[in-house]
């Protein structure tokens, strides 16, 4: 594993947001859903494609909170322009479970 400087991992913005909308991505190559994400007031809301259909339907993901990478550049997959790259863990079975917050915290908080 290559180690890095604390500035590195600054370079990263690690965001909190709330899901207001999931739906299924028909054209996805794997299965997923389109996710509608708030980021708060700086940074609105943004969409991100995620294979997260194993562990989670659309309707439960309304109204939770994520942990989303907000300064990549926008990725076009398929007919949709990823704005985000909401984060997650593989399980022992390959599908992801979402890295969220223990606690309610504010859309656009940042990781530190």
Do not use: W
């Not at 926008?74 to 390959?94: R, W, Y």
């Amino acid at each position: 594993m290559e180690t890095i400087g604390f500035d590195d991992f600054l370079k990263v913005e690690l965001r909190v947001g709330r899901v207001l909308a999931a739906e299924p991505f028909a054209q996805a190559r794997k299965p997923a859903y389109v996710l509608q994400v708030d980021f708060g007031p700086e940074l609105g809301v943004r969409k991100s494609s995620a294979q997260i259909t194993v562990h989670y339907r659309p309707e439960d993901l309304v109204g939770r909170l994520v942990v989303a990478v907000v300064n990549f550049p926008n990725k076009q997959i398929g007919p949709l322009m990823s704005e985000c790259l909401v984060t997650g863990f593989h399980d022992a079975d390959g599908a992801v479970a979402l890295c969220v917050p223990d606690r309610d915290v504010p859309p656009g908080t940042r990781l530190l």
